[in-house]
């Protein structure tokens, strides 16, 4: 009982976070939405998201499958992929 009692803080030091060890979000990127266009009604494949990624330009990516709640803060860097029911590229943009 002893050890665990003076184990306990040790434990939740490791899940404790400092302020400065939190990641920054985004790469600096910003997401350019010339020619998304082109992807509407393609499956959704890794490679399809690759070439989107490598046509906005973006720093960060999602998946958002049909009928599916996302979070909506903006973010420059970002591409955004909603899929229809066929898991389909129904449109994306960027934010």
Do not use: K, Y
């Amino acid at each position: 009982m002893r050890i665990a009692i003076l184990t306990l803080p040790l434990a939740l030091a490791a899940c404790a976070t400092d302020g400065d060890a939190i990641p920054q979000r985004g790469t600096g990127a910003v997401c350019d939405p010339a020619g998304l266009d082109r992807f509407a009604g393609q499956p959704a494949t890794s490679a399809l998201g690759a070439e989107m990624i490598a046509t906005t330009g973006a720093g960060a990516f999602r998946w958002v499958p049909h009928d599916s709640a996302i979070t909506m803060e903006f973010r420059p860097d970002r591409l955004t992929v909603f899929l229809d029911a066929a898991n389909r590229v129904e449109r994306a943009n960027c934010g």
